[in-house]
């Protein structure tokens, strides 16, 4: 049975574009009866049109080969305005081909992985979804345009674009046992320019918070694109362990991905391009446990903890909101290209007094075209091992051996 209600209120029966299982809908409560009339494998699909102050609620049972879906009759012309917002709650749901913009969230959140703290979603998608400059009327009234919950969820192919007001663009909560080790998939978004915030709470993705940063997420972060997210230093603050940062693109961004809290996490194959604009900068490293490897770096010109390349001090035995010494990193195959300050020990001070130990800095090549020396040392950096490191046209470091300058070539590619 196909159910296609008017926006009048009438409703008839009939076949939407001949599928079996598709429901098309046109006001809010026709919306509500196709939910809770939905079975596994069917596709709710809502007319194109302006929607306003529409507060979707999708909850139901799919099953893993037969998702239950919502989507826009065509994607990109279901137009969510006013005070909208979404939240998914049950298992094997699917969103798709919404449009928020002209308006805000009416809640702390426009999309949310679960209904209420007792009803989340598990093993659920939100894909091809934009967000474009839907914010609050105050700068300083904070919100999440989405917070991910639950277990086994992916957020792909989305496009999320101009947040101006406080509030992280995107998190992933630890906060109850259901939420933790939740191997959640972040992949081939596109998070558009936002513009300086100047307080904390501009980051782009967060996942964790210093409450729970002890706790391990199994979270993928994977080929994303990051476009002058600027809203603060932290462009990615981490904050739970075993996570894996890969293939992601930072362009012209403001600040670093930032190990903040959690250990064991790894970032491979990122790529950062600064086009030397102030305060672009790299990846900050700290905790325990952390893998940097083959991550590309050009054209960065932060400073200080926003830097190209930063290995904090961290609080020997300090509080859980405090920076943790660096233990056991590895950093290894990485490319520095004519990109300033890699900071060794950067917070150095009474307090920050625990240096990093038992650490490998190897095999990485830096070069810069004038030469110029890029490292700055605040403390004592025997407990890092630095091992077959390539300096392209600067004199190795007086503070360490293992570089060596050599003549290097290079050529970019199309």
């Not at 894909?127 to 609050?136: A, G, L």
């Not at 998190?171 to 904390?200: C, K, M, W």
Request: net charge negative; charged share 25%.
């Amino acid at each position: 049975m196909m159910l296609f209600a008017s926006a009048c209120g009438s409703q008839t029966e009939g076949p939407v574009d001949g599928a079996e299982g598709v429901f098309l809908v046109a006001d809010q409560q026709a919306f509500k009866d196709a939910v809770e009339a939905a079975k596994p494998g069917e596709t709710i699909k809502l007319a194109n049109g302006t929607w306003e102050d529409f507060e979707i609620l999708f909850a139901g049972e799919g099953e893993k080969d037969n998702p239950i879906r919502l989507t826009a009759e065509t994607k990109g012309e279901v137009i969510l305005t006013g005070q909208s917002n979404l939240r998914l709650a049950g298992e094997y749901l699917e969103v798709s081909g919404l449009v928020f913009r002209d308006g805000y969230t009416p809640t702390q959140e426009v999309i949310s992985f679960r209904r209420n703290k007792e009803q989340l979603a598990n093993n659920s998608r939100v894909t091809e979804i934009v967000i474009d400059n839907y914010n609050q009327p105050e700068r300083q009234e904070a919100d999440f345009w989405v917070i991910m919950y639950g277990k086994n969820n992916r957020f792909d192919h989305n496009h999320l674009v101009g947040k101006r007001n406080k509030g992280v663009t995107m998190a992933v909560r630890l906060n109850t046992e259901d939420s933790q080790e939740n191997y959640h998939r972040i992949d081939h978004n596109y998070f558009g320019p936002r513009p300086i915030l100047g307080s904390n709470g501009g980051e782009t993705l967060r996942i964790g918070t210093s409450h729970y940063s002890r706790t391990d997420s199994f979270t993928m972060v994977e080929s994303n694109y990051f476009d002058r997210c600027d809203g603060e230093l932290e462009i990615i603050s981490n904050k739970s362990g075993k996570n894996k940062f890969l293939n992601n693109t930072f362009y012209q961004s403001r600040g670093t991905l930032t190990m903040r809290h959690g250990n064991n996490n790894l970032v491979e194959g990122n790529v950062f391009f600064g086009n030397d604009a102030d305060h672009t900068g790299g990846i900050r490293v700290i905790n325990a446990g952390q893998t940097i490897r083959n991550n590309y770096m050009e054209g960065l010109k932060g400073t200080r903890f926003g830097g190209a390349l930063v290995v904090m001090n961290g609080v020997p035995n300090g509080p859980i909101n405090r920076y943790d010494p660096v233990i056991d990193a590895n950093i290894v195959n990485n490319s520095l290209i004519n990109s300033d300050n890699v900071q060794l020990g950067a917070g150095s001070d009474e307090e920050r007094s625990g240096v990093p130990e038992d650490s490998v800095f190897d095999s990485n090549l830096i070069y810069n075209d004038d030469g110029r020396d890029v490292f700055t040392v605040y403390d004592d950096m025997s407990g890092i091992d630095f091992k077959n490191n390539v300096l392209g046209s600067m004199d190795p470091p007086d503070f360490t051996t293992g570089f060596t300058r050599e003549s290097v070539e290079l050529e970019r590619a199309d």
